[in-house]
């Protein structure tokens, strides 16, 4: 595996590359649902750049950003085991230079504001920079996003529709905990109890499905909800919206295409997870 620290380096590598690009972007402390992206980039052929870039801009919260995790030494190791060909690992000078537009101006129809967007001001806006610049950087035809991160994947959509045409998205499912609990970066700093409790989250998730298709939605939800906070989260949000735009359903028809979707606290840690219902319409 090659790593490298600049553009300039990583583009004079690429010169003579005639392959497919596939792409993935991470902040590192890397765990099994990062390395299910390599996993399914390796289906198809082409080279396979990963990223590890702590993006200051997306942390609306300062100890969030302090405590962040970082494992170089580890997430190298694991990108080389699991067939990694280029580590573009740049500094904040490399992503950022004096040129860059701070704001990356796209038609988000209103999805910037909702949910993480919301309860994160100027997360979003610093995703889509970092992201954009980094496709601008890597080039890639194909770019691979976590379920997880579902509105994140929806945003960077719209970015490639509208400022990257010939770059593909691939959204892989959300790898979990043997308790199904959404693996995360952030899980290393729930307390041993707090991380076997919190596979409650992926059971509500999943019950409230169960209950699919309703004309109740709302009892279930609350329900759902009541479990959760009862347990010692700090439930932000947790609602069932359609899938393609985020907005909230009162109502489940058969034939909906539907996202379950919820973001808590607990141990000053932000968690959040999603189910998609029918389960069949991942892409
Ligand atoms: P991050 O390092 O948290 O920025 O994540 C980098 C990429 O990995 C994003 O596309 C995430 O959605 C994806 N990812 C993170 N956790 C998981 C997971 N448990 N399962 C699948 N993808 C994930």
């Known amino acids: 595996m090659i790593v490298s620290t600049s553009v300039y380096t990583l583009q004079q590598i690429l010169t003579n590359n005639s392959q497919g690009i596939h792409f993935i972007p991470t902040m590192g402390a890397l765990h099994q649902g990062h390395l299910e992206l390599i ?5 198809t052929p082409g080279l396979i750049i990963c990223s590890i870039f702590v993006n200051p801009k997306q942390f609306n919260d300062h100890i969030d950003l302090l405590y962040y995790p970082r494992t170089l030494a580890s997430d190298i190791r694991l990108l080389k085991q699991n067939g990694c060909d280029i580590l573009f690992l740049p500094d904040a000078k490399e992503i950022y230079p004096e040129n860059q537009p701070d704001y990356i101006d796209i038609q988000s129809f209103g ?5 993480e967007g919301a309860f994160r001001p100027g997360h979003f806006k610093g995703m889509l920079q970092v992201v954009s610049r980094l496709l601008s950087i890597v080039n890639p035809s194909v770019l691979f996003m976590g379920q997880k991160d579902y509105q994140q994947q929806l945003l960077v959509r719209y970015l490639l529709e509208q400022r990257f045409p ?5 959204m892989v499912p959300t790898v979990r905990e043997s308790n199904g609990l959404a693996m995360s970066s952030r ?10 409790l919190a596979g409650l989250i992926y059971e509500q998730l999943l019950e409230i499905s169960k209950n699919l298709p309703s004309d109740e ?6 329900e759902a909800k009541n479990k959760i906070q009862n347990a010692g989260f700090d439930v932000e949000y947790l609602e069932i919206v359609n899938a393609s735009d985020l907005s909230l359903k009162n109502i489940v028809n ?3 295409h539907i996202l379950i979707c919820c973001a808590l606290q607990i141990e000053g840690v932000r968690l959040i997870d999603n189910i998609l219902w029918p389960p069949s319409h991942i892409n």
């Open 39 to 43: 996993r399914q980039a390796k289906k």
């Open 111 to 115: 999805l910037e504001n909702v949910f």
């Open 166 to 170: 010939n770059i593909r998205m691939v």
């Open 187 to 196: 899980n290393e700093r729930l307390s041993t109890k707090t991380r076997e």
């Open 217 to 222: 939605i709302e009892i279930n939800v609350q």
């Open 254 to 256: 058969p034939d909906d």
